[in-house]
């Protein structure tokens, strides 16, 4: 590739460096989409889905999700795994003296 950096003002440098990076997800998505393929495609040559041999490879792209263990008892629509950060309701109810016990399914 022929481009001559050093002649170009900074915002023609700012204007190709915002298309190269758009280029560059833009590869990365395809690269991914073709491992994930071949991937699947290798698994499926002795007889398995990708998601029976790689349960956290089937929780990456979106198929598995963790149970909720603890729900808001004043909102039950409002739960949590038990995973990550606790939600605010938790922390306001274990403030409160309530036992995370209390809080379980």
Known sequence: MGINLENMTRKDLVDLRDQVEKALKGAEARER??????AEKAAA???FSLSELSPSAAGAAGLTKARA?????????????????????????????????????
């Open 69 to 105: 263990k603890y729900c808001n008892p004043a909102d039950p629509s409002q739960t949590w795994t038990g995973r990550g950060r606790k939600p605010r309701w938790v922390h306001e109810a274990l403030a409160s003296g309530s036992d995370i016990t209390d809080l379980e399914i």
């Open 45 to 47: 040559e002795f007889g």
């Open 33 to 38: 989409k073709q491992a994930l393929k071949a």
